[in-house]
């Protein structure tokens, strides 16, 4: 078995190369690492971001009201109560530039993960021919699917790297002219998937004047945007003029709502591409069920399960605050409910995750699975291990505590 350079721990993924390891599931990999090892305490699960908060009680009346209609095929586009309702959520949430058109710049999605895989490959065919190869730009740890993505629209992904030095998200003036001329779009996550970081008004200004001079999509994945514990994260449509040229938005209800089976979410934007990304969803992409749609039209319309969510995730992250202080490079993220802690002076993130598992039956993912190497072999979520403060407080603080007790 190989030994990885960032920890000295021991993989067993049989003749998968570095390459091929890179481009598998992280939790898939994690799953491997772990493997060999039995947990010494009852386990605490903080590796997946799923949401453990109640479902809201008006799930299981509108579903019951609208059963029947699983009885039918949804049109790929939405229905439009829930096209209307997520118009006038958005209008109401953020400060945008006019209204979004519920009947042009709104489609559902079967949650926001295959609509950004969908999207890198309209965006290919969108934006048209580029000087140099097609390229798609991908912040740097990432959410899978983006990467998934350029790979299915045939586009090289050049990854990006965020790194505390920048903020934890992309720096946009190391970019290059000749990069910037062959970009079809670039991913945006803010708050960011891992680091919790959250974009500026500024920072999406200066992408929007970048995708206008050059003529490439920003694909925003705002999915997190509904749960911070301070300010409001702003959406990239604030930023995109009147028409939202060029730029598209996504939302999901698995973390807004804690309804990640639900699988319901949608794209916001420019009409243009909406128009192109629905004829390839038309023949393509899965449907999403009418009567999951209603229970989106009841989610979108209430707020008070949402700041309930936020209630609850601001107990974790002051308990995160105060007990783990300043190890670690602990820093209360802007948004979103995952913590990036630096283990690297720890053993590395394998080791580290290794370790957790191991000794202190707390499960958290290796930040080097959740990255890819840059050019120059630099992994830039090498060092780090993630922690989802996905659980309730009671479980959420002994594991905090655990890892304390393991890492010191």
């Excluded at 903020?167 to 910037?180: E, H, I, Q, S, V």
């Excluded at 514990?229 to 209800?253: C, H, I, K, M, W």
């Excluded at 319901?264 to 999403?288: C, I, M, T, Y």
Aim: charged content about 20%; hydrophobic content about 40%; overall charge neutral.
């Amino acid at each position: 078995m190989a030994m990885t350079a960032s920890s000295g721990v021991a993989q067993g993924a049989g003749s998968v190369s570095p390459a091929g390891q890179a481009e598998r599931s992280p939790f898939a990999r994690t799953a491997e690492l772990l493997a060999p090892y039995q947990p010494a305490k009852p386990l605490i699960t903080l590796s997946l971001g799923e949401p453990q908060h109640p479902v809201p009680a008006f799930v299981g009346p509108v579903l019951a009201k609208h059963i029947a209609e699983f009885g039918r095929y949804p049109i790929a586009k939405g229905i439009e109560p829930f096209r209307q309702a997520a118009a006038r959520w958005l209008s109401t949430r953020f400060h945008l530039p006019r209204p979004i058109d519920p009947e042009s710049e709104i489609l559902v999605l079967n949650g926001s993960r295959e609509g950004l895989f969908f999207a890198a490959i309209t965006a290919a065919r969108y934006v048209g021919a580029r000087r140099g190869k097609p390229a798609i730009l991908v912040p740097n740890p990432f959410y899978p699917a983006y990467g998934a993505g350029a790979r299915a629209a045939g586009c090289e992904t050049i990854y990006l790297p965020t790194t505390l030095a920048n903020g934890f998200l992309p720096d946009l003036d190391a970019l290059d002219d000749a990069t910037l001329a062959r970009t079809v779009a670039i991913f945006i996550a803010s708050p960011a998937n891992p680091q919790g970081s959250v974009a500026s008004s500024d920072y999406f200004a200066k992408l929007k004047k970048l995708a206008d001079r050059y003529g490439f999509m920003i694909l925003s994945d705002e999915c997190y945007s509904e749960i911070y514990t301070r300010q409001a994260p702003g959406s990239a449509l604030e930023y995109a003029g009147p028409d939202f040229t060029n730029v598209v938005a996504f939302q999901s209800l698995s973390k807004r709502s804690n309804l990640p089976g639900m699988r319901v979410g949608f794209a916001a934007g420019d009409k243009k591409f909406l128009s192109a990304f629905h004829e390839l969803r038309n023949v393509a992409a899965p449907q999403v069920p009418v009567p999951l749609q209603h229970v989106a039209v009841a989610a979108y319309s209430d707020e008070a399960h949402v700041e309930e969510n936020r209630r609850l995730y601001r107990i974790k992250f002051d308990l995160a605050d105060q007990i783990l202080g300043n190890r670690y490079g602990y820093v209360r993220p802007a948004g979103g409910f995952c913590v990036w802690l630096d283990v690297s002076e720890r053993g590395g993130d394998e080791a580290a995750a290794v370790r957790l598992y191991r000794d202190a039956g707390v499960r958290v993912i290796p930040g080097s699975y959740l990255s890819r190497p840059q050019d120059d072999g630099f992994n830039p979520g090498a060092g780090y291990i993630r922690l989802a403060l996905v659980s309730d407080s009671e479980s959420t603080a002994e594991a905090l505590h655990r890892l304390v007790e393991i890492l010191d």
